[in-house]
């Protein structure tokens, strides 16, 4: 290419430096490692931005007008494509977490948890990698995943948060579809002398009815060449998160298929005898059974293996700490030191029910109300079931207690020099590490008399612990009774006979099934990282910038189940294993008659595993709470209370002593990420037909060096214990990529920018996806004699030969700039991604029953690199204040910040309905809208955000094409806080404010899939800041 003029070289483009231009009014330092120092800006003590009037007197602006104002000023100079939001924006909105505050960004989708924003994407892709004041973040929720997720991180602590839609070659560890930046205080971006700030609130819940206390507080002191800064922040919340319809556990597709000796999969439960009528062919052999009264037998219904109701508690005990350190050696060298600690202890405690079939996936109902939706599988027509009348199967209550304890430390050190105005450079080392624990327990009663598990409902146990013992003597035959489930109303409503609803109201008549504790897993992670950064500025204002990184990223995790040794030194019959048993589901059903580890009595009997008791024993004393169901027609119903369940282990072995902690070596793997990485980049400005631009263009060059150890899997283990450790396999591979950013922006009139940009982009992947193992699930078959766990499906978690993400993205806009606070925009992208990673079905003939013997082929899911697709969309977003129109007095106080996000793409799959299935977790529409007012002291702000129908998962089950989907939703917060005094504020918050849900639904919408509930959140607390 033949450049003609000093001002078309000058074109080559913006720099990696400019994006100091970021941080000016943001509180943080840019997002790339070759920042400049930042002016200040008003948030806790800052100095405000200033304005003049016509009388030529300065205005301070503060509140929600100087945050927007920030965030406008931080996009028109940046350097690429970005969005910010301010610690403003993040105080005077009713968000716990960075991903709630995230969410009102064009492009921005979360997902929630509890009700508080969690896992993020941006433009419909969760592949978004973390910085923290522009380097790599390791978050204790991210420790195996790319995909941020923030419930762990106190948004206080943080300045602000900037998202950078496209890249310049300058930044390093970018996301493929953005990168989250998370900006933290630091003692020289605050006003020279002594800060205080502090902070305490209460929150309460509309459901669990507690108020919550949280607090957080800063100081810091900047000197003249010195500055120290720390900051805390903690919470101990209570939220509500309620559940109702199907059950996880996944759906088959049951036909009315039989003959005259097999009347089929609806004659379950029935005494062998089909609930339809049968259908015959010309010559008058049957040919199947007519479930549904249409008159003939080719259809198939959607069969759920449980219908359930449950109850969740969380509480999440936060704390957040962030402490920073600057020292001016001299003019000409500045020394930064960072710290940043997060601790989050978290309990989900669960009570509720399992209306469940006794034989996994069968068909013990009728579907009373149904729909014909048109689609065929395998020959049969595939309806939709709004009512199942059954013969009443299993019916359980059952708690769960999950203990979740996360924990991260992220730590920086920097030393930025600038010798004169033409050069600058930083040296700069981060480290991180991150933990996450999660111990799970489980305690089940049913209210059958079990008779239909081995010995006709009695336990065969020693006489050394009481002997033989009823399971429930009072307690109801299976299929003995009618009960249904209508889902007609898109929720689920129960109905039950007389004797069930008097039965669920005695805890006497509940018997113990089960006690467990599975997938427990333990994760640790760290990271290290060393860069060098320089720029240089030639005469003609054309600026070089380069630099090299290398780093380490490792995990582990440590899957284990808790496995109780039954029966050591039984010797009732002489072949009894001095040992006794390894068993995980300390359950009745459980008889000890495998082979490979049998306990048996004098008879040759099998001993049953789970000792079994009534719900009102004295071992349960205090322990066994009647709860209310977010279901209708459900009965309150008797479960023990999980807060007993807080310590897994010690449960475990207060009824089964001896517990182990059992790898489970198929989730269980090692990974180890290095890179070596290096840019360079040129930037400028220059003029072209007359219109002035600014611009930037590079490449970055990443080598990446990956290491894989994963489990080989032995032979499976009797009563669920996982298959042995059998040995290491280790992958090692490399690749390297190039990847081009150019970046330019117009300047059309003084008010009027327009933007075009281009880049490769590259992410690694979750690393369960390179180190998971195969994983087998197992269910108990009664029909047979003695019952056995059989494989029923199984998933392959990992494949170390996956290729990374990788993308090209571009994307051009138009930004108009009316006011200080003021902007209108319009930008269009494009992400193509090269390859997704694909969830496939194959049949595996090599895949043994729980006693090690192979029946059937195993329908198992595994990773595979798959086909391309592409995303793209439209985004608008208008941020306007009244003010900068002149508008004055009480209307001046007003402002809006909307957006609106269309997100066009698809992987190339159909669902059932013939419909192309979005890029999983995209919505094709978000809206954000927010009315606020600032006047007199008083700031107050309602916002709204509107997220259209997502795909949460494909081919549900393992049918191909049917797709689990979010129904669209709408959420409503506010927020309102007045300054008694310049120090001292009061504020009130609500989120949640119309008790909105999120429902799901199989591929057809009344095909209901269950709903989450989540509470109303209100928040009153005060400020303080010296």
């Not at 960004?105 to 929630?112: A, D, E, H, L, T």
Request: hydrophobic share 35%; net charge neutral.
């Amino acid at each position: 290419m033949r450049y003609g003029s000093p001002s078309i070289v000058r074109s080559m483009l913006l720099g990696a430096v400019s994006m100091a231009g970021l941080a000016a009014p943001a509180l943080a330092q840019t997002a790339t490692g070759n920042a400049a120092a930042a002016p200040a800006t008003p948030a806790d003590g800052v100095a405000a931005p200033e304005q003049v009037d016509g009388t030529g007197v300065e205005i301070v602006v503060t509140g929600i007008r100087a945050s927007q104002a920030r965030s406008v000023e931080i996009k028109r100079n940046a350097a690429s494509v970005v969005e910010a939001i301010s610690a403003q924006d993040i105080g005077k909105l009713p968000d716990v977490t960075i991903s709630d505050s995230l969410q009102r960004i064009p492009g921005v989708q979360i997902r929630r948890e509890a009700g508080e924003g969690g896992a993020v994407n941006i433009r419909g892709l969760p592949q978004v990698t973390t910085l923290m004041n522009g380097e790599q973040f390791l978050g204790a929720n991210s420790v195996t995943t790319v995909q941020p997720n923030f419930t762990d991180i106190p948004s206080q602590l943080f300045s602000g948060a900037t998202v950078f839609k496209s890249p310049t070659a300058s930044l390093q560890q970018a996301g493929l579809s953005g990168t989250v930046d998370l900006l933290t205080r630091r003692p020289m971006d605050l006003k020279q002398g002594l800060t205080l700030s502090a902070a305490a609130e209460g929150q309460y819940g509309d459901r669990t009815e507690k108020w919550s206390p949280s607090a957080n507080g800063l100081i810091a002191y900047h000197g003249d060449r010195f500055g120290v800064l720390v900051s805390a922040a903690y919470s101990d919340l209570t939220l509500a998160n309620s559940f109702r319809g199907l059950q996880d556990y996944g759906v088959a597709l049951n036909n009315e298929g039989g003959s005259a000796t097999n009347q089929g999969a609806f004659a379950t439960g029935n005494n062998g005898v089909s609930r339809g009528r049968p259908v015959r062919n010309a010559a008058g052999a049957i040919i199947g059974y007519d479930v549904n009264g249409d008159g003939d037998a080719n259809d198939a219904f959607i069969t759920p293996q449980s219908h359930t109701a449950w109850n969740r508690i969380t509480n999440r005990e936060r704390f957040g700490a962030n402490a920073s350190l600057q020292f001016e050696i001299n003019d000409a060298l500045k020394l930064t030191a960072d710290g940043f600690y997060t601790r989050q202890t978290q309990y989900d405690r669960t009570a509720g029910f399992q209306f469940q079939n006794v034989d996994w996936l069968s068909s013990p109902f009728l579907p009373t109300r149904s729909r014909d939706t048109g689609a065929v599988v395998n020959g049969y027509n595939v309806n939709t079931v709004q009512e199942y009348t059954y013969s009443l199967p299993s019916f359980d209550s059952y708690s769960e207690t999950f203990r979740t304890v996360s924990e991260s430390q992220n730590y920086n050190l920097q030393l930025d020099w600038q010798p004169s105005d033409r050069f600058k450079g930083t040296i700069r080392g981060i480290y991180g590490k991150a933990s996450r624990k999660r111990d799970q327990a489980y305690t089940q009663f049913s209210l059958t008399n079990g008779t239909q598990w081995a010995y006709n409902g009695v336990g065969n146990y020693p006489a050394s612990i009481g002997g033989d013992r009823q399971f429930n003597p009072t307690g109801y035959q299976i299929y003995s009774q009618t009960a249904t489930v209508d889902y007609s109303s898109g929720a689920p409503v129960f109905g039950f006979s007389p004797a069930f609803l008097a039965q669920a109201s005695d805890p006497s008549r509940y018997g113990l099934k089960t006690i467990s504790s599975e997938g427990n897993q333990y994760q640790d992670g760290d990271l290290w990282a060393v860069r060098a950064d320089g720029e240089y500025t030639a005469d003609n204002g054309v600026k070089l910038a380069f630099g090299g990184r290398y780093g380490e990223r490792s995990v582990d995790q440590f899957t284990f189940d808790r496995v109780s040794p039954f029966y050591a030194g039984n010797r009732d019959n002489p072949a009894n294993p001095a040992g006794g048993c390894l068993v995980k589901w300390k359950a009745f059903d459980v008889n000890l008659n495998d082979g490979k580890c049998a306990v048996l009595d004098a008879q040759g009997n099998a001993y049953t595993a789970g000792y079994t008791r009534q719900a009102n024993d004295p071992v349960f004393a205090g322990l066994i709470k009647q709860y209310a169901l977010p279901a209708g027609g459900a009965p309150a119903l008797y479960a023990l209370d999980p807060r007993a369940m807080d310590d897994s282990e010690a449960w475990q072995n207060k009824f089964y002593p001896g517990s182990q902690n059992l790898v489970n070596p198929a989730d269980s793997f090692t990974v180890n990420v290095r890179q070596i990485s290096g840019y360079g980049q040129v930037s400028g400005e220059g003029e072209l037909f007359g219109l002035p631009f600014r611009a930037n263009g590079g490449l970055q060059v990443v080598n990446t060096r990956l290491n894989v150890r994963q489990n080989i899997v032995g032979a499976p283990q009797p009563y669920g214990v996982s298959g042995v450790d059998a040995g290491d396999v280790v992958t090692k591979r490399e690749f390297t990529d190039f990847l081009p950013a150019f970046n330019i922006a117009f300047d059309v009139t003084d008010k009027l920018r327009a933007r075009a940009a281009f880049s490769k982009t590259m992410t690694v992947l979750d690393f369960l996806q390179w180190g998971g193992g195969l994983n087998v699930n197992y269910a108990i078959n009664t029909q047979v004699n003695p019952a056995r766990f059989e494989a029923r499906t199984a998933d392959s978690r990992g494949n170390p030969n996956l290729n990374p993400w990788r993308a090209t993205n571009a994307e051009a806009s138009l930004e108009y700039y009316t006011g200080r606070s003021s902007l209108v925009a319009l930008g269009a992208f494009y992400i193509s991604v090269d390859s997704f990673i694909t969830t496939t079905t194959e049949i595996r003939n090599d895949i043994p029953d729980n006693d090690g013997v192979i029946r059937r082929p195993v329908v198992t899911n595994t990773l595979a690199q798959g086909e391309g697709g592409t995303l793209k969309g439209i985004e608008a977003s208008a941020r306007q204040s009244l003010a900068d129109y002149g508008v004055n007095g009480f209307l001046g106080g007003f402002g809006v910040d909307a957006n609106y996000t269309l997100s066009l793409g698809d992987a190339g799959q159909i669902d059932l309905a013939g419909n192309r299935m979005p890029f999983q977790d995209n919505s094709k529409h978000q809206v954000n809208a927010a009315l606020w007012f600032e006047k007199y002291g008083l700031q107050t702000r309602v916002a709204y955000n509107f997220r259209s129908k997502r795909l949460a998962s494909s081919n549900y089950g393992g049918i191909q094409g049917l797709a689990q989907y979010q129904e669209p939703t709408h959420y409503l917060d506010a927020s309102i806080s007045y300054d008694v005094t310049p120090q001292f504020s009061i504020y009130g918050q609500a989120s949640n404010l119309t008790g909105e849900t999120e429902r799901y639904y199989l591929t057809w919408q009344d095909q209901v899939f269950n709903e989450n509930i989540y509470e109303r959140r209100f928040i009153a607390g005060v400020r303080a800041k010296f």
